[in-house]
């Protein structure tokens, strides 16, 4: 197919929900039909504006390149995929891209019958971490606690106060 020929399929419908931070429902939503270029960002020029001080001007862009819809990271705290700061990556099915690593996440995706049908019961088989504990600064922390000088005097108070409840 020629560059002329794919350029003027016009692509489906696509939906990008801002998530509830909480619960990772949805809370608002946007459909765009026939669009090739989205802006996400906390101005009033972008199709998804997003009113959150965290957020860039001009924080990401959904591009549709080659049939295909590329995520673009464009905001200074970036953009989260997989627990990974990306600058670009491709976007094969559903995806939820939170912005930055502390700013509020959003889902793409394009629509299907099934997704557009009177379903009783439906979720995401993608999980979203809440959050993922670092281990081994972990440890470090707590071996810097236990110590340090403050803790020490603690346990050391401890210890003579069971031995002045020991008979």
């Not at 998804?48 to 965290?54: L, Q």
């Not at 001009?58 to 905001?75: D, F, M, N, V």
């Not at 793409?108 to 081994?136: K, W």
Request: aromatic share 6%; proline share 6%; glycine share 6%.
């Amino acid at each position: 197919m020629s560059q002329i020929e794919s350029a003027s399929i016009a692509p489906s419908e696509v939906v990008v929900q801002l998530l509830d931070a909480a619960h990772g429902r949805p809370v608002q939503t946007w459909r765009f039909a026939n669009k090739r270029q989205i802006t996400v960002g906390r101005s009033d020029e972008r199709e998804v504006d997003i009113s959150d001080p965290y957020v860039s001007r001009l924080h990401a862009e959904l591009c549709l390149q080659e049939r295909k819809w590329i995520l673009i990271s464009r905001g200074r705290n970036g953009v989260v995929v997989g627990n990974q700061l990306i600058a670009e990556t491709p976007v094969d099915s559903a995806i939820i891209f939170p912005l930055g690593p502390a700013g509020p996440s959003l889902r793409f995706f394009v629509p299907t019958e099934e997704t557009g049908s009177m379903r009783t019961l439906s979720f995401d088989t993608e999980t979203m971490p809440i959050f993922a504990v670092d281990n081994s600064k972990v440890r470090e922390d707590v071996g810097q606690i236990a110590d340090g000088d403050y803790f020490q005097k603690l346990q050391a108070q401890a210890k003579t106060l069971r031995q002045k409840r020991s008979p």
